[in-house]
């Protein structure tokens, strides 16, 4: 089964979802729009997750680029991926607008968590179906930076209801640790391809 | 005709399909978030309702790899199934927001029955213009869990203004039936392959 | 320059043209759903727009199958059929909470017309920049469907300032007359490889 | 790496956020809709929107046929443009309800120009990776028009706290500069292929 059309839609559900958490950055009511400081929180809450999304994107791209063949349980470890990934602007909007809330930010971290989780799940699918020998396993590697994400977050999480604000602080860090290019699949690729 | 843009139509209606429903999920308003394990209702719907959408996206992607080509009928036939998938996140909200009232709950179940008849008729298309002794066909076979889906679906639909948990209980036993993944197609293509 | 990302951006707007009319159906409030009749208007004006958006699909994948190259006038085009089609799920809510409303309906068949003509405009450009002796010009050949269509508009809009439901029964025969299916440019096409 | 499924992303964004806009136009309450007129500073800005949304899948879609391959660092170049664009809707809307009010205004013109910011960006990453021999490079030339509409947005920015209309006047001036066809990469590329 070929990989075109997984490529295809999952292209448009993180399309989808990237593009309709602008939808929760309403226009505030009233004269000369003095509230529109209120929207801040929700403004920069809106900036991770754009950020978040970008980066599940980047990483989707570069590991399919490694995928030879598909089948249903990739299909489905891919779609659990998109699952989680759905909700993304669900507690965006919840923790933007009660970023006070332990709750609320708690929840947004459980949301990352769990969509790192159907990430590793995804990967590992892959790497058993194309062999431990594989140009994707050696691509994937090691996986380091999932594995310090997964912790990061795990510590994340129940810190919300002690300090909401370092739990949005290690979220943002988990963020840049991505945004730092991730070129092992790039390297594998070139050098299986010289 | 090809079916190449079919393919990527459908695609995109369905990739918005299972991300707009998410939208449904509404923050609550007040304190301290109490207000969320009311959500839990419409969570569940939300749940059953991707892993539906998720289950016609990979029954279409597999009925389509046996395909050669389209003509018109076809393209409606498949905008017919379309139409019925639109409207999960109207019924999927509704039933989610009024999971006791007997009529929430068996429109739910009528969109699910017109959507699977809706992928019968565009399956008996797609026979017809390949023939019955083409591979699509021998891959469709019987179809035994389509008939065994529609069986369930005209039991559970009336059963709503008995009990609606029934309801619930059989729509959540078919998504599980098309769970178990269907290899048909797939071994067919495989051993005309070999 | 070729028609790829074209197509492909059109599918995209089409099939969110297509999707999001549904959010307009909104879940009533109040016990035991016995507003859901107040919504039968609604919902049938979103089964009316549905098909023409699948109608406007269906055309634009026909006439594209004939064109060879695209230019930036071309692009231009398109884009503008696309705005007139953008507007159909503000009109098709508006003329379904407001049937009996000359304004409204009379508006919605404004936005058809527009779309016509606008999908008119595209196809003589794909003309001229094919040539007239092209096998898409004799594909399109005279357009009587599109003229007749045209006919109908400009009587069934200023008819909703006398009775509503004339303008809704004209715009429903349009409808009907484009779902027989238009042979035209498959048979031109299938000539033309013979 | 190929520039295939950024192409697809790209479209799916750009066509969401050309569609979603529309869902700003909300239906007036009341008899015979009387408030309609209200919604046209709404629907202008939406026409406005519509046109620069078009203009910049035009100006990606001219400048990506000159792309051979991208890396890490023009995923999030081209990332950073959707961005800004997905801005749009929103202050489009914000705009719209209150095109006298001086922010509002501003605010369209700032993601305006971060917009064409994002986009200058990213045509710098492209020739950085492609060489400034080349093609791309040639296409993209001394880049007039960006030059001059970041200088328009520049003036147009400030005045809005003098004179709203004035700073529409400016903004829809950059489109109009926009509309006439860019024929540099088209004529570049043709007389390369020559």
Chains 1, 2, 3, 4 share one sequence.
Do not use: C
């Amino acid at each position: 089964m070929g990989k075109g059309r997984l490529e295809a839609f999952s292209d448009g559900v993180i399309a989808i979802i990237i593009t309709i958490m602008v939808l929760e950055l309403k226009v505030p009511e009233g004269e000369e729009l003095g509230g529109l400081h209120h929207l801040l929180p929700v403004f920069l809450s809106y900036v991770l997750s754009f950020v978040y999304v970008g980066i599940y994107w980047n990483n989707h791209h570069h590991l399919f680029q490694a995928v030879r063949q598909v089948n249903g349980k990739i299909l489905w470890a891919n779609l659990h991926l998109l699952f989680w990934l759905s909700l993304l602007p669900f507690v965006t909007h919840l923790a933007g607008e009660n970023h006070r809330s332990a709750t609320a930010v708690a929840l947004y971290g459980v949301v990352l968590l769990m969509a790192a989780v159907a990430y590793f799940m995804l990967s590992r699918s892959l790497i058993s179906h194309h062999g431990e020998g594989s140009a994707l396993a050696q691509a994937v590697g090691g996986d380091a930076k999932g594995k310090i994400s997964l912790g990061i977050y795990a510590v994340a999480i129940p810190l919300a209801w002690a300090a909401w604000w370092a739990t949005v602080l290690l979220v943002a860090l988990v963020a840049v640790i991505w945004l730092v290019p991730d070129r092992r699949i790039e390297k594998t690729l070139t050098s299986n391809a010289e």
